[in-house]
């Protein structure tokens, strides 16, 4: 299994407080994303990030922020948390980017926002 | 611009039987076509990738999928079903360039004993 570790794997939080979910990789791998996963949505992208410091938008990017300090360490932080957002974050890496290449994911976090 | 679209969203299935769970893409370039699994409360694990070369790619667990580019369909299929493939299995699209996947809404298999 690739080495990818979420923390915290639950939380649950109350409507305005602010959240940082932690994506930790040993595969020294370039690129992370950070995935959210809803019932009848599969997995849409949020953000993105190609190095350190680098970091993109994705699909659903409204009300979340992101950084990359290290290669190994990808945060994604709700400034000020809503109920729309209870989801189960997922975060992946990859060696390339998009293309062939597969996408390992980690095991997920589970948001509630109460 | 890339899209999955994964028809039915619960396939039920008797163990033993044939398990056929149906994805189509959009894409305006070649792409590049995925299916993952996710077991309950774990990440997604890749089952198969198709990345241009043969058009019948097989997988982990028996399955396997045939991209069919006349009918921008890339169907994952297994012979026969075991109580350990009940899962959601997800389609997923990519292109050259891309950085990202795009993925179908899923489909949660059942067997049935």
């Known amino acids: 299994d690739a080495g990818i570790t979420q923390s915290p794997r639950h939380k649950v939080t109350e409507t305005g407080t602010p959240v940082t979910l932690r994506c930790h990789q040993t595969e020294n791998h370039r690129y992370m994303y950070w995935y959210r996963q809803d019932p009848g949505h599969g997995l849409r992208l949020i953000h993105y990030s190609y190095g350190v410091k680098d970091t993109d938008k994705g699909e659903v990017s409204d009300g979340y922020s992101v950084s990359r300090s290290k290669t190994e360490d990808f945060l994604l932080t709700l400034e000020s948390a809503t109920s729309s957002q209870t989801s189960v974050y997922f975060c992946?890496?990859?060696?390339?980017?998009?293309?062939?290449?597969?996408?390992?994911f980690g095991p997920g976090t589970r948001l509630t926002v109460l | 611009a890339q899209s999955v679209t994964q028809l039915g969203s619960h396939v039920s299935v008797s163990e033993g039987a044939l398990v056929l769970l149906r994805c189509n893409y959009s894409s305006s370039v070649p792409p590049y076509l995925f299916w993952y699994v996710q077991y309950p409360n774990q990440g997604l694990q890749l089952l198969l990738k198709?990345?241009?070369?043969?058009?019948l790619v097989k997988g982990i667990n028996g399955f396997e999928a045939e991209f069919k580019k006349s009918e921008t369909s890339f169907h994952l299929t297994k012979p026969s079903a075991h109580m350990s493939d009940a899962a959601e299995y997800f389609c997923a699209v990519s292109e050259s360039g891309a950085n990202n996947l795009f993925f179908g809404t899923g489909t949660r298999l059942t067997v049935i004993p």
């Open positions: 992946a890496i990859s060696e390339y980017p998009g293309g062939g290449d597969e996408q390992f």
């Open positions: 198709y990345t241009s070369a043969a058009t």
